[in-house]
């Protein structure tokens, strides 16, 4: 044997032994590797990232070749790709009528000014006449001495209520009493046929209606499951729109109570008031013109070592997805979403967090899966299909870690994991991040809702125990995060052009990587708190 090779396979044992202790710690080269991720797939190359567009395809198709450079693997079903059928629909503006009848005549409602009629995802569109009810908040909730339906009759009538939810409850709680898709589940189980969202001041104040109009004209989106049937929260609920204070005040003049009234007892900060029947009745019709794609989550796999424990699976997820391309935008203006904090930076760390799983030395007890997702942007759809239909055979998922926006604009000391005090999971952030020297805070934007944003809340929904995580609000956090909310998030400037901080990327896919080994290692699963609200109403258990 030459003292080349002599010498090669001593550096070759070297690294084995030292280079083991350092594979699950971020590197001189993780920022650089995290830095081509991020600038790959937020290139204006990509067009935006938008679910079903090539730009898509080409980021998912980058996704399974750094996923392949770093030895994770497809799931034994399918291979990389879990590809989703999805259904876009945008609004037919002109063909959208509304019209108020009532004992002192006729009102018609201005499209995009007085209201914004919901898309329609089946050929037909809508068309319903049916008397109004308000609702309060449209929420039953009898644990929290909530019941907006108690002695109303909606069935076969259109249900009026307020954005939100009671301001007394927990603030995830209200978040999801406040999400469309339950309050439609809610109107429907009582056979209304309609709804409209009226705004509460709070909603008015954050939400101007003019940037609610900005989006009347972009795509929505759903999916079918592998038997061709559509997702929809409340199909029967077929006639849905938002109303703006001026349509609200138009609906409201001359009943009982007006809209202002209405308002000022909500902004009292009790429960919205008491439901009533109202004198009019109201016609409305809309339709939506119609498109289907195809978009696929990217899964990659470390297959566990223990036996019995392998069947159980570690998620961790990040989207891939963005919103394109801006069809508002004038000539000269920059159209294109490159969504470089959101959610470029994600995936990258997530990427990075397998390569030091991988390269560790030692494979995790668990199976842990890294998925890159689509659709977030449209409702959370790549993650929903992805809980209906679950791609590793002869395994289930036990936990999920959910990796969106982080905004690396500084050098974070604290970090904020949405969900973290409902499950076990809680424990395994709050001890990673005390390792790193990090500490764990709580959620400093509950009015928000980013408890009910993230693709970690359809694995919740699952019944799986899971968290999403950001970077905290200490050490200039809460100024660089406000400031990306207000000037870049959602909007072509959220691109290569901002300072990321790609060492502190490389440090939170470290914290990652050492949540995901204890998940994965721990002897028990990982479980709701007793007494959790959403562990109660979603486990299976």
């Known amino acids: 044997m030459s003292g080349r090779m002599q010498f090669a396979i001593a550096a070759m044992l070297i690294a084995s032994i030292f280079g083991a202790g350092r594979a699950g710690a971020a ?62 629909a945008v609004r037919d503006i002109e063909s959208a009528q509304f019209n108020l009848n009532s004992p002192a005549g006729a009102v018609n409602l201005v499209h995009l000014e007085d209201y914004i009629s919901a898309r329609s995802y089946n ?38 209520v307020f954005t939100g939810a009671p301001p007394g409850m ?13 309050k439609l589940s809610a109107a429907a189980a009582r056979g209304a046929i309609g709804f409209l969202a009226i705004p509460t001041i709070t909603e008015i104040k954050k939400n101007k209606w003019p940037r609610i109009v900005n989006g009347a004209r972009s ?3 759903t999916f079918f499951d592998p038997n061709g049937r559509l997702l929809i929260a409340a199909p029967d609920v077929a006639a849905v729109a938002t109303m703006s204070e001026a349509g609200a005040r138009k609906l409201f003049a001359g009943e009982q109570f007006d809209y202002d009234t209405l308002l000022a007892e909500e902004n009292q900060g009790a429960l919205a008031p008491k439901g009533f029947e109202l004198l009019k009745t109201a016609a409305l019709k809309g339709r939506s013109i119609l498109s289907d794609a195809r978009s696929a989550n ?76 689509t659709a977030e942007e449209k409702g959370l759809l790549g993650s929903q299909y992805l809980t209906i239909n679950n791609p590793f055979v002869g395994r289930r998922a036990v936990a999920n870690v959910n990796i969106d926006m982080p905004v690396a604009l500084y050098p974070f000391t604290d970090v904020i994991a949405f969900g973290a005090e409902r499950t076990t999971i809680g424990a395994s952030v709050e ?37 999403s995580l950001r970077l905290g609000f200490s050490n200039g956090g809460e100024k660089a995060f406000r400031e990306f909310l207000r000037d870049h998030y959602h909007r072509p400037s959220d691109d290569l052009s901002l300072p990321i901080d790609y060492g502190a990327l490389a440090h939170f896919a470290e914290l990652n990587y ?12 990982p479980a709701w708190r007793e007494g959790d609200f959403f562990g109660d109403l979603f486990s299976a258990d």
């Not at 995830?172 to 406040?178: C, I, L, P």
């Not at 904090?341 to 890294?370: W, Y």
């Open 27 to 88: 590197n001189e080269n993780s920022s650089d590797r995290i830095r081509a991720d991020v600038a790959y797939l937020a290139d204006d190359a990509r067009k935006g990232r938008e679910a079903g567009e090539k730009g898509y395809d080409d980021a998912a198709s980058y996704v399974i070749k750094r996923m392949k450079e770093i030895g994770v693997r497809p799931p034994r079903r399918g291979g990389w790709r879990q590809t989703i059928r999805l259904r876009s």
């Open 123 to 160: 050929k037909s569109g809508y068309d319903v006449d049916a008397p109004l009810v308000f609702a309060g908040y449209g929420v039953t909730a009898p644990e929290e001495g909530v019941d907006d339906y108690a002695d109303l009759d909606v069935d076969g009538k259109i249900v009026v």
């Open 170 to 182: 927990n603030s995830e709680k209200r978040a999801f009493f406040s999400r469309s898709e339950v």
């Open 219 to 221: 795509a929505g989106m």
């Open 298 to 373: 990217v899964i990659g796999v470390i297959r566990g070592s223990d036996r019995r424990l392998a069947r159980q699976v570690v998620i961790v997820t990040a989207h891939l997805d963005h919103l394109g391309v801006s069809n508002r935008a004038a000539p000269d203006e920059d159209a294109i979403y490159n969504g470089a904090i959101d959610n470029a930076s994600g995936v990258a760390v997530m990427l990075e967090a397998a390569r030091m799983m991988q390269e560790s030395g030692v494979r995790p007890k668990r199976t842990v899966a890294f998925i890159a997702l």
């Open 431 to 467: 001890s990673a991040a005390r390792e790193m020297g990090l500490t764990l805070s709580p959620d400093p934007m509950p009015d928000e809702n980013f408890f009910v944003r993230s693709d970690h809340f359809s694995f919740i929904k699952a019944g799986v125990p899971a968290v």
């Open 514 to 525: 050492r949540i995901l080994r204890d998940l994965a290692d721990a002897e028990s699963e």
